[in-house]
C-alpha cells in the first residue's frame, strides 16, 4: 500500500480552489472591516463631520479595492454601505442638527 504512493501525483486543483478562495473572502472581509473601522474613528475619534470622513474613506476604500483587483461583490458591498451612511447621516443631521 505504502509503495503505491507517488510524490506530487496527487490532483490537487479542489484544495487549490477552497484555498484560494479562503484568501480571497478574508481579503475582502478585511478590506469592509478595515473601511468601516475608519470611517467610524475620524468621524468619532478625530471629530471630523461625518460627510468628511465619508468621502475620505470612500476614496480610500475606491484606492483599496483598484489595488487589491477586488471583484464586483467588493464594489456593490462599498456602493451599499456609501448609500446607507449617506441616508443615515442626512437623517441624523435632519433630526438633531449638525
Not at 79 to 95: D, Q
Amino acid at each position: 500500500m505504502a509503495h503505491d504512493y507517488s510524490r506530487g501525483e496527487m490532483d490537487i486543483s479542489e484544495q487549490k480552489h477552497t484555498f484560494e478562495s479562503f484568501i480571497s473572502i478574508s481579503v475582502f472581509s478585511a478590506a469592509v472591516i478595515g473601511l468601516v473601522v475608519l470611517f467610524l474613528s475620524m468621524t468619532f475619534g478625530t471629530g471630523l463631520g461625518w460627510l468628511t470622513s465619508f468621502i475620505i474613506t470612500a476614496i480610500v476604500g475606491g484606492v483599496i479595492g483598484v489595488l487589491l483587483k477586488q471583484g464586483t461583490a467588493y464594489w456593490l458591498t462599498v456602493a451599499i454601505l456609501g448609500v446607507i451612511t449617506v441616508i443615515a447621516g442626512f437623517i441624523i443631521v435632519g433630526f438633531f442638527g449638525s
